[in-house]
């Protein structure tokens, strides 16, 4: 596979870290398709010689695009470009199972374990209205899109509609929205969205395949009922380099 690159273009003896315009050399061929899903990039010596650096230069250029997921290394086989990432909605109200059918996409949902566990996260704690080291209720879920797991989930249900952990396993996995709905009748909740990067656990590397302890993005979700009362609380864990995230909004000037 040869790489569309212009010398004249990309001067790599002046324009910033050498490692960078090489990354991005190798995404534009991604983005333009001469590189296309499950190609094999041109080997270490082949791109060493093309933009004339070191072999240290160019495993930099793909760390970065592998840490992106746009290339994925396989043993012995060389490195790759990855599947083609899809779009996937993550501040929709509808709740994941609705946001993933909007997009187009098949969700499935496994409940991993319905636990009574010791609460150590004071922020936690704080929006449940528990003391730090009291029970929380707490449900695990692995999300998939389209046959690919996309997403850790650690639900906590608040004391005052525990009877969510009366549900099946079953009634559980078909969405806690529409759980939400039979056993309350009512959809109307507020919520708040967190955005943070954090380090995975051993169940979330193990559950999402993760190779390393690297950080990925953690969403924490918060819910309310109408009179302000605490519904659950969610930290969702992402897999990156699978789905490009986004979330929508109209301005209202």
């Known amino acids: 596979m040869t790489l569309n690159f212009d010398r004249e273009e990309y001067n790599l003896s002046t324009q910033g870290a050498r490692y960078r315009q090489i990354a991005k050399v190798i995404s534009q061929n991604i983005s333009t398709g001469n590189l296309k899903p499950n190609d094999r990039i041109p080997t270490e010596p082949e791109l060493m010689e093309l933009f004339g650096c070191s072999r240290i230069t160019i495993r930099a250029a793909i760390k970065e695009l592998v840490d992106k997921g746009q290339l994925v ?9 990855t599947k083609e990432l899809k779009n996937l909605s993550v501040n929709d109200c509808a709740g994941f199972t609705d946001s993933c059918i909007r997009d187009g996409h098949i969700p499935m949902t496994k409940v991993i374990s ?6 150590e996260d004071p ?22 899109v389209d046959d690919e797991p996309l997403l850790y989930e650690v639900n906590y249900v608040s004391k005052e509609y525990g009877s969510l952990m009366e549900a099946s396993r079953e009634e559980w996995e078909a969405g806690l929205y529409a759980l939400l709905v039979k056993q309350y009748g009512s959809t109307r909740i507020e919520g708040r969205r967190y955005y943070d990067c954090g380090k995975p656990d051993a169940n979330v590397r193990t559950f999402l395949d993760l190779k390393t302890d690297d950080n990925i993005l953690v969403v924490d979700d918060l819910h309310w009922d109408l009179s302000h009362k605490p519904i659950f609380f969610s930290r969702l864990y992402y897999k990156p380099g699978r789905f490009r995230l986004y979330s929508s909004f109209v301005s209202m000037l």
Do not use: D
């Open 73 to 81: 290394r396989r043993q012995g086989l060389g490195t790759f470009v």
């Open 114 to 119: 319905f636990w009574s566990v010791p609460m």
């Open 123 to 144: 922020e936690i704690a704080e929006f449940l209205g528990i003391e730090l080291g009291s029970m929380a209720n707490q449900v695990c879920r692995l999300r998939f």
